[in-house]
């Protein structure tokens, strides 16, 4: 039976190829594809999952939602473009405002008790204000898998920041806090997969329309990597929030005593992993410490391979 599974997402680039794979792979069933703020605003977040939807139109199509009205101090568009989705625009057809993003993941949770993996592939916010309206929700979901943070790696909104954890460190700190032991895959994780100009602009299945869409948001990530870090290639950091699910044990997992710093003038959003022998507090994270990158290279092959 597929795993139920819903995603949380800034729709940038390389969450685009995320959202591709989960709803493409017949082993996960996607029950919402919940837009939130981050890489890009609210607002469009919220066109960008009805673009994907749309342009994507995968077997089973998932219900949609409205991004949550926050403004955060900082976006993506260096990286994945003004709109998230490189230099381009897309059409989407008219459709009238879905629910609140809270709300349909509350909504779906309880319709499918102790069965659904939440994957926040973006800030933690929208996850944190479901938790904090429905507080008997963090028992009810099966699984939590968060990308975000920085362990044995710099950050990338800062010296110890990563940039999900950094946007609302205090919704983040409220998820490793709230008895539900979330899977964390920092940047040390999802930095290791990373893809040549030449994989990506020469996808699987090039007449497909998966294919054909990833191929033309691809050239403006190449160049922002470049640009912002001198890399020829573009992470696929967010497919590693997907894999984790897909593809038991190709996250490699240590139970860890993690916090995230909310304060600090300069520490705002790091995420604090307590590795003394005797830490302050039992484990509450699944951290992850590494992956099985040639299997994830292959499951996202052949995904796209297999989509239409």
Known sequence: MAKKVILIADPGIDTSFAV??????????????????GNVSAEQATINCHVLIDLLDPPKWPKLASALPVQYESNGAALHGPQGLGDLSFEICPRNPPPPADKVLIDLVREHPREVTVIVLGPSTTLAAAFARDPDLARLVERVVLVGGAYREPGNVGPVAEFHVWLDPEAAKQILHADCHPTLISLDVTRKLILSPTELLELPNPNSRTCKFLR??????????ASLYG?????LKDVLGIAAVALPGSV?????CVDVETKGEATRG??????RRTPSGPPNVHLATGAAIGEIRQYVERILTGAP
């Open 20 to 37: 591709a794979l989960a709803l493409h792979d017949p082993e996960l069933d996607v029950l919402a594809l919940v837009p939130t703020a």
């Open 216 to 225: 033309q948001v691809v050239p403006f990530a190449l160049r922002a990597s």
């Open 231 to 235: 890399i020829e290639g573009f992470h």
């Open 252 to 256: 490699s997992t240590q139970p860890k």
């Open 270 to 275: 790091m995420t604090v992993v307590d590795d």
